[in-house]
DNA sequence: ATAATAACCTGAGGGC
DNA sequence: TGCCCTCAGGTTATTA
């Protein structure tokens, strides 16, 4: 469900009301995420909420010392809901934080994760390794250009590729690509440096818009205060089975990397 | 190192 | 109604 968009929102909608708030309870229904949620998350009741921050799709809730890295997987999502309101179906965690609204963790498909750990979280064996935020000065077209020096793959999974550059998902892979006006299926080797630059400009400004619409509400997305993003309505292929908004042409679907690609035949070379 | 594939899960929707 | 199939916003582990 959730790419950096969807993340950011959910970080934003949520650190106001938690941040300096003391952990209260918490209460794991289901640990069986993508890897068993760890006994040790239950040491962290009293502590209190320094900031939540975000390094690609992975929220980072800081304790001082101690930290939480929580993924939403393909399918979670974040709520605040009042302490007496029963759990959704699918409702694995809960935290209480004070005593303000209470933090629920759905995930039908369970491909997310919650772990905790010490120290500097950017050096957990998740993150360390991890490529530049997209809408940071360190990703830019140069660099894009050389890390596909080495990949003969498509550009489309090399950009979803996290160790490339974070965030990127599949909704926003294909309307970059769209914006940016190249074929999915280029060989990344084969971009040339301009065109590198064009691209990674289009993946600053699709994330961009889309955070500014609170993301994309496709089924199931909410926000954090169980509102849709809006970014749905400004999708140019993703989804989409009829022509192309800018030429007219009809919007392709293909396979790549087991994932599915839309993208315009007239538009996109 | 890079590339391709399977794997982890549940639910929705279409066709018959 | 039920069954079978395909699809779904992610990432890691394993194998060539």
Redesign the pocket.
Known sequence: ???LP?VETTRRGLEPHLRGQPVTRIDIRQP?L?WPVPEAIQNFRGHSLRNLKRR??YLIFNFGEDYWLW?L???GSLRLLPPEAAPA??EHVRVDFGNGPTLRYRD????GALLCGSGDPLHHP?LADLGPEPLSDAFDGAWLHERCQ????AIK??IMD?HVVVGV???YACESLFLAGINPKTRANRLSPGRAERLARSIRDVLSAAIDQG???????TRSDGQP?YFAQRLNVYGQNGDCPRCGRGIRRIVQ????TFYCPGCQH
Do not use: Y
């Open positions: 469900m959730p790419e969807e069986r993508r690609g799709k993924h997987g393909m399918s179906a699918h039908p498909r369970r491909f998740l080495r990949r003969s793959s999974t090399v996290s998902g599949n909704i993301g994309t509400t496709l089924r199931d997305f993003g990397a087991q994932r599915s």
